[in-house]
Structures are given as C-alpha cells and as structure tokens.
C-alpha cells in the first residue's frame, strides 16, 4: 500500500523497518524537527528521521500540523494509509480524513488502559504484570479510536522501563504488519473502546522521582523499574544526589531510609527493604552498588535521603 509514516524515537523505528521490510511504498515520512542534544547542543535528528533516509525516503519536519502546510504536503503525497508511531504531534481532523483507508496508530499499551504518552513507564510504576501494543485508527481523542489489534506479553519482575521499551517496539512493529495485512484485504476489524475502562498515562516529569522511603519496597521498586533509563529514581547520601538505576527486593527491618546491611546496599522502607545495586553518585559515572561500596564506606544505621542544608 501506498504509505505515509509518522514517528520520530527509536520506538518508532522497528515499525518503519517493517513497513518496509514487507514492501509497502513508503512515499514520505513526518518526524518532528532537529532538536540541540548533548553538552554542545548540536541539532540531532531523530531516529526516524535517520532511517528514513537511510532508505532514500523523504522527510517531512513541520513545526506545525494546523497551519496548512502539512496538510498540502500529505494531499500531494496521495497516501492510502497514514501511519502514526510516537510522532510527537496532534493530527488534526482533515489530516485524519484525508486517507481512503485512515489513520493507524501503534500504542504501547493494552489499550483503553494506558492512553497518552507515557503507557510504558507507567505500566511498570504501577506494577502491572502484562503489558503490549495496540493498533487502533485514529479519531480526535487522545488514543480513543476503535481498535483493531493487541499482542500481549509479561513484564518481568525487574525489568526496566528501557528493556520493556526495547520489547515492546518488535511487538509493535509486528502487530503493524499483521493490521496492514489486515487492511490491504478489507477485513480489519473495529473493537470500540470502553471507556469506563480506561486510564491515563502522562508524560513523566522528574518530580515523580524523588524516592519516598516511606513507601513499601514494593512500590519504590516498581517506581525504580519504571523510570529506568530516564528520568531515574534518586535520593540523597551525605546531602549529595544518588541515582538509583536498579534494585531488587531484599530482606530486614529498620526505619525508612536506614542501611541495614554492612556488606550490600540494603535500605530498609515503609514495608520491606530493597537492595540497589545499580548506582550513580552526582558527578560520577554510573556502576554496580558493589563498586561503589568498595570505594566508600557506609555505616549500618546511615540514613538515605536527607538533602544537605541550602
């Protein structure tokens, strides 16, 4: 089919790859524009935008999908299906339309749960078991559109956001071709979403990531989990931020906070405790909490998360 794509991080990718993969004509690809990265604040293009032109496909940037130019862009392009992953942006209504077979989007999640834009993170803070992508056509709702296809899966007991993230663009790119295949025949089905079902999955922002001890092992765990690569659970040793970039569940009693082990890096909390073993400490690199001990000792009975004096 004759396909317009619209993605812009590595999520979106595999899906790209794919589209292409089972020789649909790719005639233009959206991607929002160049953005300054790193400590020079160089402009770097997005993922899918590198790809697509790694294929010799066209790559669209607007600033803005209302003002008229993308639109004339996509009438000129002609496509008999837009294909939206992670693009970033809001379509508006005569963009919706303008495709004889619609608007597909991919969502990583199992949807009514999870619509917005952090559906992965947020299936890991809140500790679900299964997660997976839904392809749905689009409306003017946010993730609202009658869906067409789930695939499942488990989310691990410590996997992170960045390796369920991983996971999940394969199965999104494999459902994408499974619902095209459906589409191309005319047999693609419309399930209606309930919306008493549903729940919202906002951007993160970095306030979430501040560790309450008082918190269960649990819940801290799975918020540790979840913001894993980014923005990271932190708290404060000797009044200097510590990242935590793993943990696990441990065993042993103390107050909220306290290290009760000589050996490893067990905090007790709320409910439980929990071991990090993966840490950074503010100006330093990231490494094994077996690594950092051997460097620095800490007393049994010090307290984490106690930030230093203004």
Not at 43 to 63: D, G, M, R
Not at 70 to 75: E, F, G, K, R
Not at 80 to 99: D, R
Not at 206 to 214: P, T, V
Request: proline share 6%; with cysteine; net charge negative.
């Amino acid at each position: 089919m004759r396909v317009v794509f619209m993605g812009t991080p590595e999520f979106a990718v595999p899906s790209l790859e794919q589209l292409i993969k089972d020789g649909h004509e790719v005639v233009g690809v959206f991607a929002q524009p160049d953005k300054p990265k790193g400590r020079g604040y160089k402009l770097a293009a997005p993922p899918v935008k590198e790809a697509a032109l790694a294929h010799n496909i066209p790559v669209y940037q607007p600033t803005k999908m209302r003002d008229g130019e993308a639109l004339s862009i996509l009438q000129e392009l002609n496509p008999e299906v837009i294909i939206v992953v992670a693009y970033g942006k809001i379509l508006p209504k005569e963009i919706l339309e303008l495709p004889e077979k619609g608007c597909i989007n991919v969502h990583g999640s199992l949807l009514p749960k999870y619509r917005g834009a952090g559906p992965i993170q947020w299936s890991v803070i809140n500790g679900e078991k299964v997660t997976g992508v839904t392809t749905m056509y689009m409306g003017e709702g946010l993730d609202t559109g009658d869906m067409i296809l789930k695939e499942e899966t488990e989310i691990g007991e410590n996997e992170t956001y960045g390796e369920l993230h991983d996971r999940l663009c394969h199965i999104g790119a494999h459902c994408l071709s499974e619902t095209m295949k459906l589409i191309e025949a005319g047999t693609a089905p419309r399930e209606v979403q309930d919306d008493s079902l549903s729940s919202y999955a906002p951007m993160l922002n970095k306030e979430i990531a501040k560790i309450d001890f008082h918190k269960s092992a649990e819940e801290l765990h799975h918020l540790i989990c979840g913001l894993s690569p980014w923005p990271v659970a932190y708290t404060y040793l000797d009044g200097t931020l510590l990242k935590i970039h793993r943990a696990v569940k441990a065993n042993g009693k103390g107050q909220p906070g306290e290290l009760i082990d000589k050996k490893k890096m067990i905090v007790a909390c709320g409910e439980g405790a929990l071991e990090f073993t993966e840490v950074q400490l503010a100006g330093s690199k990231r490494m094994a909490a077996a690594d950092f001990l051997r460097g620095k000792q800490l007393p049994v009975g010090k307290i984490l998360g106690v930030e230093a004096a203004e």
